[in-house]
């Protein structure tokens, strides 16, 4: 569960840098897409989703908070203190989203030297092979790793130096459900034990059983941010239950009830209900009908996404930003 | 365990890296033959050079072969070393490396002595070797005071190759490019040098293949302070007797501080604004 705050981004930015040769200057370069102004807080043992379509700003965001990229302009505090970029790589572990491991080296011999990078001692590298699940593979070739262990080594030393903010890329790609599912217990685990993580991935059902709170992220912009209940109001989403009964509802059940939508079968019948009174299961039970199935209907993340960017579901994950940056206004600028 | 501590334990991690490298195992051999084998021909007493000349003294024959430094040490430090960032950012290790904690300063002096030690090691050895080659031969030994010129002119020949080939390597988004980014820049110090230095000094009306003429000595010689190789050759020269091309031995020490100087700054300064 979230704790206190660990990091604070405050109006954080970063544009990159792209080619826009001229006669005179092939090599001309001008800036172009990037992170707008962002705000984040990392709360310690929270798990952060950070969610965009393709091209929304998801990897410059992880890598400027790894300080891979440099922060341009804002800034990174801890409690109340502006750190450094130093400082801010010093309380990060990062995992990046494509990490080809490949070479001679051993699994040991290559946490062992990230330590040394890290500054933290050969023995804490070595305890990291436990937590990774990497020990009978610590001698082995980094040629001879499956994706699934290259992943768990990325994972590794990004764990090094017990760090405060995990910040994790696209973390299961190319792991089968087993080791996804390893993987997110040794998340949870971390989370348990304090260290705050933001976790990008396009996995949503894996991030969505995952994740503490939300960031949805959209051209640069973080345009919600909190626990998807909060999302879900802040958008506007109706609370709707699903229920199953084994005979249907008498009229004056059904009485102001909004029914979104609804099938009967033999054995069944179905509804999906939106602002449901509080009383109405016991009268349900009272009136001697049989409840199979009642539960709240939670939007997926992909409709939050829709919501909030006003992409259709067909071309969430088709649309790709260009180089031409239109910044967004916020949502609660937007309500205001 | 300080910082500095840390970092020579990196460059230890590069240099075992590169020197236990299958490229290593292929380019000694070519080293072997090139070095100790250039030492062993101009060594011979009856060699035949043109223009008659024979060489009086093992610093003289030393500096004749002095040609496998240029050739196969400097080529292969630019072999050694073309891949030392880009392989990295082609297999994302890269970004991985940059959001450690250790100053990117640090990180780049790590890659820079990391790469030059396992190219400065054995040419040390080679060279060495070609020395008591000389001796051996010829009977004419070299002094100690050359000899310690002659191994720290080559260290200084591996490192700007070294430097060169790992800016090249920042610079190339993939290797391709980084090796013909390397290689070309050899290409241009080590054989188009004497056409650029022939073409301007012709240009400026001296009389080009007068190899005795003074004029054409001392332009050449200027000019090379321009070229890794010729500021290489220059160190030599300051062992030698009866050379005379313009350029004191402080001149060609100073021209040797700054091909250190800038190049490595350059390199500095791409490390820290280096984005993967």
Known sequence: MAGESVMDFSSVMFRHKVPAPKWYNPFKKQRGAGIAALDLTLQSGQIVGLVGTNGAGKTTLLRMMSGVLPIESGNVSTKGTIISDQELRKRVGFMPEHVRWSGQETVEQTLVEFALLRGCSKDSALEILGIIGLKNRASSALDSLSQGMRQRLSLGIALLGTPDVLVLDEPFNGMDPVAIDAFKRLLQSLARKGIAIVISSHHLFELDQLIDTLALLHRGQLVAHGTTTSIQERLGFEQLTEVCLDSELPSKLMKNLEVLEQSTTDAAHHMILQSVPDNLLKNIVDSGIGVITWREIQPSLIELLCAATGLDRQSIGMDVENSAWLPMRKIQEEEE | ?276
């Open chain 2, 1 to 276: 365990m300080t910082a500095s501590t840390r970092m020579w334990k990196l460059v230890m991690i590069v240099f075992r890296r590169r020197v236990l490298s299958t490229r290593m195992l292929i380019m000694l051999p070519i080293l072997f033959l090139f070095i100790p084998g250039m030492a062993w021909g101009f060594s011979d007493p009856n060699i035949q050079l043109p223009a008659d000349q024979i060489p009086e003294t093992a610093a003289e024959t030393m500096f004749l072969a002095s040609i496998g430094i240029v050739f196969a040490g400097t080529m292969a430090a630019v072999l050694l070393a073309h891949d030392g960032i880009s392989r990295d950012r082609q297999s994302g290790v890269l970004e991985l490396r940059l959001s450690q904690p250790m100053p990117r300063w640090r990180q780049s002096m790590i890659l820079v002595i990391g790469n030059w030690a396992s190219i400065a090691a054995p040419v040390t050895i080679l060279l060495l070797i070609s020395m008591w080659l000389v001796g051996y031969r010829s009977d004419m030994w070299i002094s100690a005071g050359d000899s310690v010129v002659f191994v720290l002119a080559a260290w200084f020949v591996l490192l700007w190759y070294t430097v060169f080939a790992l800016l090249a390597s920042s610079l190339a988004k993939e290797q391709g490019s980084a090796i013909a980014f390397s290689i070309g820049l050899w290409f241009l110090f080590t054989l188009l040098w004497v056409l650029f230095t022939t073409l301007i000094a012709a240009l400026n009306g001296v009389a080009v293949g007068e190899s005795k003429d003074a004029a054409y000595s001392v332009f050449e010689g200027r000019l090379d302070l321009l070229s890794p190789n010729g500021v290489y050759h220059h160190l030599l020269e300051t062992r030698l007797d009866n050379v005379n091309r313009g350029v004191s031995a402080t001149g060609a020490f100073l021209a040797a501080l700054a091909w250190t100087l800038l190049p490595l700054l350059w390199f500095t300064r791409r490390i820290k604004q280096l984005v993967p």
